[in-house]
């Protein structure tokens, strides 16, 4: 749920974690969170560096190195929190290196620009509904998650490689606008997976705990997550 830059938090929202942690479930979703976020900052730098080895250029190599070494440095940072709230962080993102392995290995690109179409794309669909959840979470963790959330500059920078791209050549457009409909479809299977399979991440969402969405408001958060998608798709130049 977006909360308006001027409204005033309300419920876990308005409380920090040394307050909101006493609820024991709120703590255990919370946990859940961070290790999904971990894992995937560990798994998106790992696929970044994979994908410079595609790079058409030394440039773009080493513009995607950066990239990866982002990432690298946000798992850190997750990796740090959840060792500081007395979370093993290896066993808290063991739950869900299946799902995203799964994810990562049904969609592994064939060519430089379906790589950049997969960070941008994939990453973002995953930062949406991160951004959604944390407008529930207690000051502290929301204020982690908002900051790994950051963009490292892949947005720009795949924008720019991709339309060019389709500028040159017309017929790529189709190719990747197919290619970014089947990434959509497999980012949302493997998140609702996730959230299905965790029980205090599940609660989280649904209503119960965190003042958590109700199943009205799952629906249109999707809705939006969707809606944002489609507008990235056009800023690439391709059809939703």
Sequence with gaps: METPDNATPTGIAAKDWATASAEPQYRAAVIDLLGALAYGELAAFERLAEDAKLAPTLADKAELAKMASAEFHHFERLRDRLAAVDAEPTAAMEPFAKALDDFHRLTAPSDWLEGLVKAYVGDSIASDFYREVAARLDSDTRGLVVSVLDDTGHGNFAVE?????????????????LWARRLMGEALSQAQRVVAERDALSTMLVGGVADGFDLAEVGRMFSRITEAHTKRMAALGLAA
């Design 161 to 177: 490689k991709v339309r060019a791209a389709i500028d040159a050549d017309p017929r790529v457009g189709g190719r990747l606008a």
